[in-house]
């Protein structure tokens, strides 16, 4: 079953999109920032938590987000400054009205998990990060690492290319049905302003 897709808004006015999936503790999910899309299970397997070794483990309340300018949030928001992060992660813990939690931070949404737990001790029973960072500048863009440069003024035939080239890296550039599953939720995650903002 897929979870429901419910809305809230930050306190600068942001219509963020979120989901609770499961019962028990509450284990909030920052969102990765790149590439977020709630309706793709891309990299979180929550939905194999209870059967499968590749998930999380039962027994908890999975809460995961779409940070702003992503996935199915307000697209036109492209502020990823961790001001805008943090307003976006707070609208979602006074939705669901969590006072302590495990925070999980993946890549890019670990400098939010890190910063606010940071903060906020009394709040944070556990914080666990996945392939962590803690300054955006230290981490070198992915593209980069095949010779592409972030494209500056993309047309939309550009922009497919793009993610298409992107996704293609991931299987090792052999094409698969899988890789162009992975660029069509690439190019549903975010829009060519969006992912320029994002990497500046």
């Known amino acids: 079953m897929n979870p429901l897709i419910q809305f809230t808004t930050t306190d600068d006015g942001v219509r963020i999109a979120y989901y609770t999936m499961g019962r028990g ?5 920052t969102s990765e920032l790149q590439w977020g899309h709630l309706g793709a299970t891309l990299g979180f397997k929550e939905h194999y938590r209870s059967n499968s ?3 999380i483990g039962p027994g908890l309340q999975i809460v995961r987000y779409d940070a702003r300018g992503t996935g199915l949030s307000d697209r036109s928001a ?3 400054s961790l001001p805008a992060q943090e307003r976006e992660l707070q609208a979602i813990l006074d939705a669901l009205g969590l006072e302590r939690f495990v925070l999980f931070g993946h890549m890019h949404g670990s400098l939010l ?3 606010y737990a940071s903060r906020h001790p009394e709040r944070v029973s556990h914080l666990v990060l996945s392939i962590p960072h803690a300054r955006g500048r230290d981490l070198r863009p992915y593209s980069e690492n095949f010779g592409m440069q972030t494209l500056k003024d993309i047309t939309p035939e550009q922009w497919e290319a793009y993610t298409r080239t992107m996704a293609l890296a991931l299987f090792g550039f052999h094409p698969t049905r899988a890789a162009e599953t992975v660029a069509q939720s690439y190019r549903e995650s975010m829009t060519p302003e969006s992912y320029r903002a994002f990497t500046e």
Do not use: L, M, N
């Not at 503790?25 to 999910?29: G, K, Y």
């Open 25 to 29: 503790v509450p284990f909030v999910a």
């Open 53 to 55: 070794p590749g998930g």
């Open 78 to 80: 492209i502020d990823f």
């Open 113 to 115: 998990a890190i910063s």
